[in-house]
């Protein structure tokens, strides 16, 4: 007997899965460059590119995160040209890395979601630091009030998130 095909086979269901999924980058973007800029601008806020540049890598391989880390970093350092190109360097190392981590790890673990979102947000930080040749003084800062802080708020946003569009991120959470 042959299967007919009636559209709504994996195919069809992979395409709304990723329309999905861009709705909620593109929110994720909007509120970064048009609600964010009208808050309160401090060292602590969220950081909605990056939990942009992370969400992808929860579904992309290793070296497309890595173009999309280039891309959320040139366009970071296109936005404050200072120390072009830590940006870019800094974004593509934690691309490749996050979407690597991701086939160690349980990337549909709800503590592993907040841990990466968290330890991603520090360690980008640093690694702008660092290749900004920025003072040990700034780096200690950084490292150990700054990075932190808007890791945790970057995560808040991130399980916030991950909670509310799970289904559209195709991320599975066992319970």
């Known amino acids: ?20 999924f861009g709705l909620v980058i ?22 909605l590119l990056l939990l942009v540049l992370l969400l992808l890598c929860l579904r992309l391989s290793p070296g497309m995160a890595a173009l999309a880390g280039l891309a959320i970093g040139l366009t970071i350092d296109v936005l404050s040209p200072a120390r072009f190109g830590a940006n870019m360097i800094a974004h593509v190392a934690l691309g490749y890395g996050a979407a690597w981590g991701r086939a160690v790890f349980f990337a549909d673990n709800l ?10 947000t520090w360690c980008r930080n640093l690694a702008v630091l660092l290749l900004s ?24 946003v991130g399980l916030l998130v991950v909670i509310l569009f799970r289904d559209w991120l195709a991320i599975r959470i066992d319970r």
């Not at 592993?112 to 991603?120: D, P, Q």
């Not at 920025?134 to 932190?148: C, K, N, S």
């Open 111 to 120: 503590a592993v979601n907040v841990g990466l979102f968290l330890f991603g």
């Open 1 to 20: 007997m042959s299967h007919v095909w009636t559209g709504t086979g994996p195919r069809r269901r992979r395409s709304s899965d990723r329309l999905r």
């Open 133 to 156: 040749g920025a003072a040990l003084g700034r780096l200690t800062a950084e490292a150990l009030i700054w990075g932190p802080l808007q890791g945790l708020t970057t995560a808040a």
């Open 26 to 47: 593109s929110i994720l973007l909007l509120l970064e460059f048009y609600l964010r800029p009208s808050l309160i601008e401090g060292r602590g806020m969220p950081d």
